[in-house]
């Protein structure tokens, strides 16, 4: 079969960045975040994620091939923020959301627990 091992999604070869990033020769104010070992999953919610900030004008992302755990992200601001920043703050922002996510999770289970 040519499908690779399954760990090899999740777990980053020795020596390899999980995320690259390179600037849009062509467009201003736009580049391309290569995310190592990343899926739909977390492709989704950058997105959505990077859409919510006024100063993004494009966010999106693809997995060039089924078979590679390579997700592209392409950022495109107006110039108030560099798409590092932005990518940045949407990263941060989704980190404080999970933890809010799991408190109110640990707050519901234990309360159930104490039924």
Known sequence: MNQPDRYVQFVLPEGERKVKYKADTKLKDAGTFTFRSEDHTIGNLLRMQLHADKSTVFAGYRIPHPLE?????????NGTKSCEDAMMHALEDLANEYHIMLEEFDQAVSAASMH
């Open 69 to 77: 755990p390579v997700m592209v992200v392409k950022v495109q601001t």
